[in-house]
């Protein structure tokens, strides 16, 4: 029976199910469209298919899936398509809120997806693969393949950004609870 769960099939079965909603929630912060995102999800998972008798073992698995989906959006962001097009608003579905306070945390988390998806493409995968991912410096670094300091970095520029634009925002104040 165990022989039957290693199967490629069920391996990746196995894998969409622990990290699809999480390459897919870090491909939509990447390329800024969820239909788009939605495809390019489905790419990962077949380039993840097709090359998972190749894994080394070398990184931890959700890395190696992860460098793959940050690959799939970086090939799709140089493509004509991107180049040419502008991508859809992606648009939060699920807005019911039954009190003023989730109301008000509701709006702040989406100003605040809003502003990580204006920020420059080198910082918004820094920022999606750190807080969003929740991986490591170290994770991030290889999955970019850059160094610790450069993730550090680019954390770094991106969050004086957020606060630059959070400080000129109207009831945005930068403090512990949202920074």
């Known amino acids: 029976m165990d022989k039957l769960q290693q199967t490629p099939e069920a391996s990746l079965d196995r894998l969409m199910q622990e990290y699809g909603t999480r390459v897919l929630r870090l491909v939509t912060l990447m390329v800024k469209d969820r239909d788009l995102a939605e495809d390019i999800t489905q790419d990962v998972f077949l380039k993840v298919y097709r090359n998972l008798s ?84 170290a994770e991030v670094a290889e999955v970019l393949g850059v160094t610790e300091g450069t993730v550090r970095t680019r954390l770094h520029r991106a969050r004086q950004l957020l606060k630059k634009e959070m400080n000129t925002g109207e009831g945005w104040e930068w403090n512990e609870t949202n920074g």
């Open 54 to 137: 190749g894994f080394r073992g070398e990184s931890s698995i959700h890395t190696w899936i992860y460098r793959i989906a940050v690959n799939e959006c970086k090939g799709y962001l140089r493509s004509w398509t991107f180049r040419n097009l502008f991508p859809q608003a992606w648009i939060q579905k699920n807005g019911e809120a039954s009190t003023e306070n989730i109301v008000l945390q509701r709006a702040a988390r989406d100003e605040l997806v809003r502003l990580v998806l204006l920020l420059p493409p080198l910082y918004r995968q820094a920022v999606a693969l750190h807080y969003y991912g929740e991986m490591s410096i």
